[in-house]
C-alpha cells in the first residue's frame, strides 16, 4: 500500500490539464467510484489493525492532496480557456433583455391625427423647413405689411432681397406647394415642424410641431369643414366629444373659425385645464381665401376648399394633460418613458 500511495503522489504531483474535460477524467481516475484512491481506501479496511494508524494518516494526506490538485486543474484549465479566446458563456443560454426605447410623445400624437386623416382619405404631403417669403406668407394672401413677417416672429435665413429665405412659421406653406403641384381635387394633411422667434416658457416654444390638412374640390362648403373637425375631435378624444367654432381672423382663409372642443377631462362642468369654460382650443381653420386659389393656378368660380391648422404639442397637452411645453423638448428620460405604452391609433 506504501508504494501505490507514493506511486500516486508522484504522479499527482505531475499531473496536467489542459481542458475542463481534462480536468474531470483526472478526477474520474482517481476520485470516481472506482477511482485509484478510492480503491486505497477500500484496502485500508481489510489491513492489519496495528497498521491503521500510520496508514490512515498517509490515506487522508492523499485524498486531501488529490482534491486539491483536481480543483488547480480545473482553475487552470478555466484561466487557459479565457487567454485562448475560447467561450466560457454557454452560448445556448438566451440572451440578456435590454432596456427598449419607446415613441417620443410628440410623434405618438403626430402619428395619431395623420392616421386619423389617412382614414378619411386624406395623403400626407411633406415641404421643406427652410421656406421662402413667397410660400410662408404672400400667397396665402399676407398683406406686405403683416406683422407675422417681422424680426420678433420669424427667424429669417436670408434677408434683403425681394423673397427671403427663412425658417417656415407654420406648415400653411405646404397648401402652397401642394396646389402649385398637384391636380384638384386636393386633400392632404401637412404634418412638420415650424419655428417662431418666441421666449421659451411654460406655453410657448420657438419649436414645434403642426399638422395642416386641406381638401379642395367642387362644392366643398363650411358644413364639410365642420363635418370632418367633428369627426377627427371624436376619433381623437373620444365619442361623446363636442365641438363648437367661433369666428376668427386668418389671412388665407374666409370666413375663418377657432375650432373648441368638449373639456374630456370635467366633460364639460368646468375645471382648472379649461379654465372654467367647458372648452379647449384645438386648432384654426376656415375656408380657402379665393386669393390663395388664385395665387397657385386654381380657379376659385369652379373649386372651393377648406384648411385648418393644429398645434401637436397642444393636443398632446390636452391628452395627457401635461401642461408645460418644455418637457417636451427636455429629453428626460423620467418624462419619455411615461409614453411607453400609450396607445395608438
Ligand atoms: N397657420 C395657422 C397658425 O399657424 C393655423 C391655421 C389656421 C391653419 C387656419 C389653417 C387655417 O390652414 O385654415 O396659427
Same mark, same amino acid.
Not at 485524498?63 to 475560447?86: C, F, H, P, R
Not at 399676407?142 to 424680426?151: G, L, S, V, Y
Not at 372651393?304 to 394633460?321: D, N, T, Y
Given at each position: ?90 452560448? !445556448? ?8 426605447? %419607446?415613441?417620443?410623445?410628440?410623434? /405618438?400624437?403626430?402619428?395619431? /391625427? ?28 399676407? *398683406?406686405? =405689411? ?17 423673397? *427671403? ?7 400653411? %406653406? ?25 421666449? /421659451? ?10 399638422? +395642416? ?8 362648403? @363650411? ?21 363648437? $367654432?367661433? *369666428? ?32 379647449? +382650443? ?13 395665387? %397657385? ?6 373649386? !372651393?376648399?377648406?384648411?385648418?391648422? $393644429?398645434?401637436?404639442?397642444? /393636443? ?6 401635461? =401642461? ?14 411615461? @409614453? ?6
Amino acid at each position: 500500500m506504501k508504494e501505490a500511495i507514493e506511486r500516486i503522489m508522484a504522479e499527482l504531483a505531475d499531473l496536467k490539464a489542459a481542458t475542463q474535460k481534462e480536468a474531470e477524467e483526472a478526477r474520474v481516475r482517481f476520485l470516481g467510484k472506482k477511482g485509484e484512491v478510492t480503491a486505497l481506501m477500500e484496502q485500508f479496511r481489510s489491513i492489519a489493525p496495528e497498521l491503521k494508524r500510520e496508514y490512515g494518516q498517509k490515506l487522508n494526506e492523499l485524498k486531501k492532496y488529490t482534491q486539491a490538485k483536481i480543483e488547480e486543474l480545473k482553475a487552470a484549465a478555466d484561466a487557459s480557456a479565457v487567454a485562448s479566446g475560447a467561450p466560457k458563456e454557454d452560448l !445556448s443560454m438566451p440572451g440578456d433583455a435590454f432596456p427598449l426605447g %419607446s415613441r417620443h410623445p410628440v410623434s /405618438i400624437v403626430r402619428q395619431q /391625427i395623420v392616421d386619423i386623416f389617412r382614414k378619411f382619405g386624406y395623403d400626407v404631403a411633406e415641404g421643406p423647413e427652410i421656406e421662402d417669403d413667397y410660400h410662408v406668407f404672400e400667397a396665402l394672401n399676407f *398683406p406686405p =405689411n403683416h406683422p407675422a413677417r417681422e424680426m420678433q416672429d420669424t427667424f429669417f435665413v436670408s434677408t434683403g432681397h425681394v423673397n *427671403p429665405l427663412l425658417l417656415r412659421t407654420h406648415t400653411s %406653406s405646404v397648401q402652397v406647394r401642394t396646389m402649385e403641384t398637384q391636380d384638384v381635387p386636393i386633400r392632404v394633411v401637412c404634418p412638420g415642424r415650424v419655428f417662431r422667434n418666441e421666449a /421659451i416658457s411654460a406655453r410657448a416654444h420657438c419649436i414645434f410641431h403642426q399638422v +395642416e390638412g386641406l381638401y379642395i374640390d367642387k362644392d366643398v362648403t @363650411f358644413a364639410d369643414l365642420k363635418q370632418a373637425i367633428l369627426l377627427f375631435a371624436r376619433e381623437m378624444f373620444g365619442p361623446d366629444t363636442q365641438i363648437r $367654432m367661433r *369666428p376668427s381672423y386668418f389671412p388665407f382663409t374666409e370666413p375663418s373659425a377657432e375650432v373648441d372642443v368638449s373639456c374630456n377631462i370635467c366633460k364639460g362642468k368646468g375645471c382648472n385645464i379649461c379654465k372654467g369654460t367647458g372648452w379647449l +382650443e384645438i386648432m384654426g381653420c376656415g375656408m380657402v381665401d379665393p386669393n390663395v386659389l388664385k395665387a %397657385s393656378g386654381i380657379d376659385p368660380s369652379k373649386y !372651393s376648399g377648406f384648411a385648418f391648422g $393644429m398645434g401637436v404639442e397642444r /393636443i398632446a397637452m390636452l391628452k395627457w394633460q401635461v =401642461n408645460d411645453l418644455r418637457h417636451y423638448f427636455e429629453n428626460d428620460m423620467r418624462f419619455l418613458s411615461e @409614453f411607453a405604452t400609450a396607445t395608438e391609433v
